[in-house]
């Protein structure tokens, strides 16, 4: 009786595993997704660009002067959870990868199916809220975290627009679903920020032009 009982619980732990959601973590789907990511813009490294280019998909109008990220010295890394539209601060890491290199550049490697916790495919979760973050391994070293460089003004980082794709969440379940690409993700480009003593000295300086106004 007492193994019938583990054994019943088993199957349920395993068919609640099976049911969980799961999302294609991949930026570049033939037909569906291109969306590579790129280096810092030479000559101004503290801008921040998100959007595609015009050969992305969907077709934007960003440019980007920085070389899309190439290689083991970038990682980047999925971020997301359960339910559409959800704060930015809920969200957990999923799953991390390194770039392609030569005409794959920018693209990550793989094409992985990632759960996501705390969303079913036959529940009231059925979609997820997601988040692309990247940065330069080389400079950070490869045991530092998103919260080690994300207000970094010597490593350059960058993360895409949080964003919902509008098709549920696919997974092995009652009944089977497909799972869904990273539909609403864009291109971003790596940056740093600006070191706190040159943003003081900047609202000095606009306070000042504001106060030499005032007294014309």
Not at 92 to 111: M, P, Q
Not at 130 to 143: D, I, K, P, T
């Amino acid at each position: 009786m007492k193994k019938i009982l583990l054994f019943s619980i088993s199957l349920v732990v395993a068919v609640g595993a099976f049911a969980q959601g799961t999302i294609n973590f991949n930026n570049n789907v033939t037909g569906s997704l291109k969306a590579p990511i790129f280096d810092v813009e030479p000559g101004n490294p503290t801008l921040k660009k998100t959007g595609n280019r015009s050969d992305g998909n969907p077709v934007g109008s960003q440019t980007y002067g920085g070389a899309a990220l190439s290689g083991t010295g970038y990682v980047a890394e999925l971020w997301g959870a359960a339910g559409a539209n959800a704060p930015e601060g809920t969200l957990t890491k999923l799953a991390s990868s390194t770039f392609r290199t030569g005409t794959g550049a920018g693209i990550l490697f793989g094409n992985l199916s990632v759960m996501v916790p705390g969303a079913t495919i036959d529940g009231a979760d059925k979609k997820g809220t997601f988040q692309l973050r990247a940065w330069n391994v080389g400079l950070s070293g490869a045991l530092a975290t998103w919260n080690d460089v994300m207000n970094s003004a010597t490593i350059p980082h960058g993360s895409s627009d949080v964003f919902s794709p509008p098709a549920n969440l696919g997974g092995t379940g009652t009944p089977p679903a497909t799972t869904p690409n990273l539909t609403g993700l864009t291109s971003f480009n790596l940056y740093v920020v600006p070191e706190p003593s040159a943003i003081a000295l900047g609202v000095l300086g606009l306070g000042t032009l504001m106060f030499l106004r005032r007294r014309k």
